[in-house]
């Protein structure tokens, strides 16, 4: 009589396999509707690129370290078979995800200190006290109630040459409403001189407001523009879009021009740039364009800002760069520059001063 002969290894394979997936099988049919679709939240919550987000739909920050749970054997093989169609394949893809959010990221896909904040869409604007007082200020606040910092806690990049860009000013109005710099969460309020508020002597015809993250270092001599050290604010944005927008409203935007404004001995950056949800957005990209489709409005801008102040019995203000605006790469350079300063000054590695780093 012959003797017993085990199966063939391909056959004990498919053996195991087969017990495997019916096990995965049963247990997902098992699951209640609920179940299935929290597996499946989780799974869509979880890309499968661990880069950090760039774009305006990236909401989630990334962890630094985590401890990484490795599958084991049977439930790795299991998955591997359930590729089928339905819920078995979406339920194998979110243990997937779910296993995988544990694994480390690399050192080089972790979030840089400058770009640590995420963006935050649902960011509200919270008003305190009447406009137009001394008391009046606007915060940045998330859901929770939470007050958020426009000048530190809102990310400067989001990729692809966009940034964000927080109103301060409205077009056509005159209140000269700025980040108060020096006060916790660094809320939006109207400027004072003496004690009394601060308007611009006509409207503003654009908007106008900063760049998150960025400070023009007042110990720092810019041999570009005639040693001129920065004004210890953040850096200016003149939106030339259509539309008139709100206090506190955060758009993003792409840059076209910078023009180096001195004041009073100060260099006070003006970088141009336009609302991607602006209609003429896709038509410019660069200084030439501004002039094509927007035509005089950089001659314009420099003219309002360089005589807002004789009205008050001051000088007219001057320009650096030739008096003439810079083009894209430079507005970026000094957007780069800026946001290098203002990472050292979060990391303290400049003394902040009065000013307020919460």
């Known amino acids: 009589m012959a003797a017993h002969q085990p199966p063939p290894v391909a056959l004990r394979r498919a053996l195991f396999v087969s017990v495997a997936h019916s096990t995965l099988l049963q247990s997902t049919l098992s699951q209640s509707p609920s179940a299935v679709a929290?597996?499946?939240?989780v799974r869509r919550q979880q890309p499968e690129s661990r880069a950090p987000p760039t774009g305006h739909g990236d909401r989630q920050s990334h962890p630094g370290s985590r401890r990484h749970h490795q599958l084991p054997a049977l439930q790795d093989a299991a998955l591997a078979q359930a590729g089928g169609p339905g819920r078995r394949r979406r339920r194998a893809a979110s243990l997937q995800?779910?296993?995988r959010r544990r694994?480390?990221?690399?050192?080089?896909?972790?979030r840089s200190f400058a770009c640590r904040a995420i963006y935050r869409p649902q960011v509200k604007v919270k008003e305190e006290g009447k406009p137009e007082t001394l008391d009046y200020r606007v915060f940045l606040v998330e859901d929770s109630g939470k007050k958020i910092s426009p000048?530190?806690?809102?990310p400067l990049q989001l990729g692809d040459g966009v940034f964000n860009?927080?109103?301060?000013?409205?077009?056509?109005?005159?209140?000269?409403?700025?980040?108060a710099t020096d006060e916790p969460f660094t809320p939006i309020k109207q400027d004072t001189k003496k004690g009394n508020l601060r308007y611009y002597p006509y409207n503003?015809?654009?908007n106008y407001g900063l760049l998150p993250q960025t400070w023009e270092d007042p110990s720092f001599a810019n041999s570009e523009v005639e040693g001129a050290f920065g004004d210890n604010d953040p850096v200016d944005v003149v939106e030339i879009g259509e539309s008139r927008r709100q206090i506190g409203e955060i758009l993003?935007?792409?840059p076209l021009a910078a023009l180096a404004m001195i004041d009073e001995g100060e260099l006070d950056w003006k970088i141009i740039a336009v609302s991607l949800d602006d209609p003429k957005a896709s038509l410019v990209n660069d200084i030439d364009d501004v002039e094509k489709h927007f035509p005089g409005t950089l001659t314009a801008i420099r003219d309002w800002f360089r005589d807002y102040k004789i009205p008050d019995g001051k000088p007219a203000n001057k320009f650096g760069l030739?008096?003439?605006?810079?083009?894209?790469?430079?507005?970026l350079k000094v957007i780069s520059e800026t946001n290098e300063s203002w990472t050292k000054l979060v990391k303290r590695s400049i003394p902040p001063g009065e000013l307020s780093l919460v």
């Open 252 to 254: 993003k935007v792409k």
């Open 97 to 99: 995800a779910a296993r």
């Open 103 to 110: 694994a480390p990221l690399p050192s080089s896909s972790r």
């Open 151 to 154: 000048w530190h806690d809102i």
């Open 38 to 41: 929290v597996a499946v939240a």
């Open 165 to 179: 860009f927080v109103v301060e000013i409205p077009k056509e109005s005159s209140a000269k409403m700025e980040v």
């Open 204 to 206: 503003i015809h654009w």
């Open 322 to 331: 030739g008096n003439k605006p810079a083009d894209k790469a430079y507005a």
